[in-house]
């Protein structure tokens, strides 16, 4: 509580941190912890393969994943097991979330995607998918199949955004613009399904308005969560080329810490912050390097909302609907901002 005694944090951010965190959604609806297990499906891109560009975005790793530059890719359910034993002896992990995290997860035909989701979710112990796929790469087909899972399970569709400015998509290839993030949430809404955006912070050529006005235009649209990281400079990427000719700066740890605490105030406090920061790619990765400590982030981020008196939506300009007080109604009865 603030001093005048007007509640300062959200009834459904129980971890008590000042934004909506994962740990606090899945206690929410799973009434436990939830924990992520990430799956290379083996898709490919339509931004690689010549369907809508060439190259790729000019940041991504070209390997698609670690695993999948390691030779032949295990199963989904050899992937699953491998990441439940780990959490299982790490944390005692009882329940997962599978995320299709690289390439784009729903360009393949319809029956193969079926196949690969099928095989995540015949798992005793999976309470649902989170999908990672391009705005421009969803088609109402494949929006059926994941609503129809979604009838009972958890499904979240987490769309590559990075940015709400057409100039800066361009210049780094995304290959689409931001009305096709329109079009794809326009889509996806009020089939059950959660939709999360991932921003990035620290493309060439953006300014701090530039990067709060993307946070700001996205939190106005019906989602349910977001992503943030900043950008990861990685050895074989075009965008290291390029920085290799004409160096351009990269962010500081404390002005991306400043940005994502600005951010938070501008998102509605019932979007769920599923990350904050960015790390990994260490084999390939060249800057910049605070970003590879974690931890040391996060602490920094968490000092400043405290330092600043920050919370998640206090500039928010999207009405918010009350929410159900913490531990009443069922599990799975949190709202939703796109589902409603
Ligand atoms: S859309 Fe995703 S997988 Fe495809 S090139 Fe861009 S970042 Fe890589």
Redesign the pocket.
């Known amino acids: 509580m603030s001093r005048a005694g007007e509640r300062l944090f959200h009834p459904l951010w129980v971890s008590g941190k000042r934004y909506y965190d994962l740990k606090s959604y899945f206690s929410n609806r799973f009434r436990d912890r939830v924990y992520k297990i990430s799956v290379d499906a083996g898709f490919t ?4 393969d010549g369907s809508r560009g060439i190259g ?2 000019s ?3 070209p390997r ?1 994943s670690a695993l999948r530059a390691a030779g032949p890719l295990p199963s989904v359910g050899r992937q699953i097991a491998a990441g439940r034993a780990l959490y299982a002896h790490l944390r005692n992990a009882r329940r997962f979330m599978v995320y299709f995290q ?3 997860n729903t360009y393949a035909p319809l029956p193969l995607l079926e196949r690969r989701f099928a095989a995540a979710l015949a798992e005793p112990d999976v309470v649902g998918l989170a999908v ?1 796929t ?1 705005p421009d790469a969803v088609t109402p087909a494949v929006i059926d199949l994941l609503a129809g899972y979604a009838e009972s399970r958890e499904v979240w569709l987490e769309y ?1 955004l990075q940015s709400v400015h057409d100039r800066t998509l361009q210049r780094i290839n ?2 689409h613009d931001f009305a096709a993030f329109q079009n794809a949430v326009e889509l996806t809404v009020g089939r059950g399904i959660r939709i999360c955006a991932h921003l990035m912070f620290g493309l060439p050529g953006e300014s701090d308005g530039m990067m709060l006005e993307t946070v700001e235009r996205v939190s106005r649209l019906p989602i349910d969560g977001v992503k943030f990281h900043s950008l990861l400079l990685l050895r074989g990427t075009s965008l290291h080329a390029a920085y290799r000719r004409h160096p351009f700066p990269l962010l500081s740890c404390s002005r991306y810490v400043d940005l994502v605490g600005r951010s938070l105030t501008l998102l509605p406090p019932e979007v769920v912050v599923q990350r904050l920061t960015a790390e990994g790619y260490r084999d390939i990765f060249v800057g910049p390097p605070w970003v590879q400590n974690k931890l040391a982030v996060l602490n920094r981020l968490h000092a400043l909302l405290e330092r600043r008196g920050l919370v998640q939506g206090a500039a928010a300009r999207v009405p918010v609907p009350a929410a159900e007080p913490t531990g009443s109604g069922r599990p799975g009865a949190v709202p939703g901002r796109g589902n409603r």
Request: net charge positive; aromatic share 6%; glycine share 34%.
């Open positions: 891109c339509p931004n690689r790729g975005c940041y991504c790793d698609g690289s390439g784009t990672g391009r590559g995304r290959g």
